[in-house]
């Protein structure tokens, strides 16, 4: 892999789209084992300059400039003011609504623009999804003038909330009487929680990409809380996010997540380190020892143990390990370069590690003991913990974000399949864009390698526990597999709603509904295979197979164990499957139950 020129998989481009689904994924899956997706490295250069001239160089310029804590260069005047981690937040906030952050690029499925988000939301007549079908006033699932000016006016306030002087509040001058830089003003903060709300409730797409689980509490804090409650507040929120992360990351999927993540990464580490991350590669790239050593100690353990140290530490030294540790696990998600590509997220969260727990120790004052008031701290944890309990065991209610499962492979995901010729009904929907095998041809990719270069998206999947499964179901119910084109859903719905962050929630049946009646599909065209997170008490993850001209044809569970357990193109065939309910006058499909091994009790409870 070259800094201009990329890894391309060693096929025969003549004949490999010919080869077995099967024989695709595999060749694809070993590729990936030690190039990942095989991009060139300027492309993670890109990202990169995006980070230090975007979100680092012009984020400082500007918060240093109309905070009055000096200039951008003389951190050590600004780095512990609570003005400038105010506006950080709020910085990072904006780039991610506009969609220059997260979901963003080349690595995200954007080519050609490379920038999503605000080309779609700001434009009437796009895809809009409601996050709840009861909410009055949020009917129809298409992008209107008010939900354009909704947007606009969240970027205006957040905007607005960024380049205002501070005010000095009397309990911040209680506290550090000698500040003069004071916080973010809070009635800009109030308009953008307003719009926030008002725009999310009509658009999930937006809510979720602003990171609304996150940053909405921020502002929150900052326009009702009492300076010492804000700063400890915050501390909270930070930690709940660690902790719900890493208590996610409990259970079977997540160690599968860590081979073909740092497989993806272009600078490091050599091909042999990434081999040692599989069992015996090429004969079985199920997840090695080293990759659950990384997982559940150098992952999971990590992120539980050292934001519990930061929260109560009342050691300067233990803190700025605690510290070091934290900062150095954002920076090692950078260098993997995710497909969601989260970077300004992870920059801001080592900025915060830094800011929260060393720049307001909780040995100065600023522990969870010196709340103003143990209601106010039950209130608080309550809060905070609420999304994440609920999402963990009902996942189909809660996005995985707001569940706080970053990263930890249990995730709602789908693969989307079409009859040769019907991907291209697609461009009946209104978007700013194409689908991402014309957008590589746009960029001058022969028709066989851009095709080649997607189906790298959906062996990918094929290496995470939901993909073995996925793939199990499709080749179960369509025995026409091997003439359709695969594609997998995170990337597939990037091109027709201009975000996604490894949400599932954005592309279910709802989605499909919508490019429905747009594209008018005939039944049997466009059929997808998608499943839901498995919650954390149940042992199974519950599918759906959505045609779209006919909605849900089929529901079923897999036992997640059978999926982890399987190579990821299934030469043994597909994991056993339950069919709990079919369509009626879909075609029938061979009963498949006694072979999920259920204790005689529990199967006996599904019949009934």
């Excluded at 991009?39 to 990202?47: F, K």
């Amino acid at each position: 892999m070259g800094f201009t020129t990329g890894d391309f998989p060693p096929v025969d481009t003549s004949t490999f789209l010919h080869q077995p689904l099967r024989e695709r994924v595999r060749a694809l899956a070993l590729h990936w084992v030690e190039y990942g997706f095989g991009s060139p490295r300027i492309i993670a250069a890109t990202y990169v300059a995006k980070i230090l001239f975007l979100w680092l160089f012009v984020g400082a310029v500007i918060i240093t400039a109309t905070s009055g804590v000096g200039w951008f260069w003389q951190v050590d005047q600004w780095w512990n003011q609570p003005i400038v981690y105010q506006k950080a937040i709020i910085w990072t906030m904006l780039l991610e609504t506009i969609g220059v952050a997260g979901s963003w690029g080349p690595i995200a499925g954007k080519f050609k623009p490379m920038t999503g988000g605000i080309l779609f939301w700001a434009r009437p007549g796009t895809i809009r999804l409601r996050p709840w079908e009861w909410v009055p006033g949020t009917a129809g699932d298409t992008r209107t003038i008010l939900d354009v000016v909704l947007y606009l006016g969240l970027i205006a306030s957040l905007a607005v909330a960024l380049v205002l002087p501070g005010t000095v509040t009397p309990a911040l001058a209680a506290v550090l009487p000698g500040n003069t830089s004071g916080l973010v003003q809070t009635p800009a903060v109030i308009a953008a929680i307003v719009f926030l709300v008002l725009a999310g409730v009509r658009d999930k797409t937006i809510a979720v990409a602003s990171r609304i689980e996150q940053y909405l509490p921020a502002l929150v804090f900052f326009a009702v809380l009492s300076f010492t409650d804000m700063i400890i507040a915050l501390k909270l929120l930070i930690v709940v996010v660690w902790v719900g992360a890493g208590v996610s990351k409990f259970g079977r999927h997540f160690v599968n997540v860590i081979p073909p993540m740092l497989s993806n990464t272009p600078f490091w580490p050599p091909r042999w380190l990434k081999r040692s991350l599989y069992r015996d590669f090429p004969n079985d790239i199920r997840p090695s020892r080293v990759a659950h050593f990384l997982a559940h100690v150098m992952g999971m353990t990590v992120e539980i143990a050292a934001p519990l140290v930061l929260l109560f530490s009342q050691n300067f030294w233990v803190t700025l390990a605690a510290v070091v540790v934290m900062v150095g696990f954002h920076l090692f998600i950078i260098s993997t370069f995710p497909l969601a590509v989260p970077l300004e997220w992870n920059t801001l969260f080592s900025y915060a590690a830094i800011f929260l727990f060393l720049g307001f120790p909780a040995s100065a004052g600023y522990g969870v003991g010196d709340i103003s008031s143990p209601w106010l701290l039950a209130g608080l944890v309550a809060a905070l913990a609420f999304f994440p309990v609920l999402g963990n065991l009902r996942p189909d209610k809660v996005s995985f974000l707001p569940s706080m499962r970053q990263y930890a492979g249990n995730w709602a995901s789908a693969l989307w399949t079409f009859t040769p010729g019907a991907e291209k009904k697609l461009d009946a929907v209104v978007r700013p864009t194409k689908n991402q095998v014309e957008q590589l041809q746009q960029m001058g990719y022969p028709a066989e390698v851009a095709e080649i270069t997607m189906q790298q998206t959906i062996a990918w999947r094929s290496m995470h526990s939901q993909g073995r499964g996925l793939f199990s179901v499709l080749y179960r119910s369509l025995p026409d597999i091997e003439s359709r084109t695969v594609r997998e859903g995170e990337f597939a719905c990037n091109s027709v709603i201009g975000f996604n962050f490894g949400d599932g929630h954005l592309h279910d049946e709802r989605l499909i509904r919508a490019l429905q009646t747009r594209c008018h599909f005939a039944p049997g065209e466009f059929v997808v295979v998608w499943v839901e997170s498995q919650p954390i008490h149940s042992a199974f993850q519950e599918y759906k197979v959505i045609d779209a001209a006919l909605g849900v044809i089929e529901r079923g569970r897999w036992r997640v164990a059978d999926a982890v357990a399987a190579q990821p193109w299934l030469p043994d065939g597909p994991i056993p499957v339950e069919v709990r309910w079919k369509r009626e006058g879909s075609e029938p499909v061979p009963d498949v139950t006694n072979s999920l091994r259920l204790p005689r009790k529990r199967s006996e409870r599904v019949a009934r």
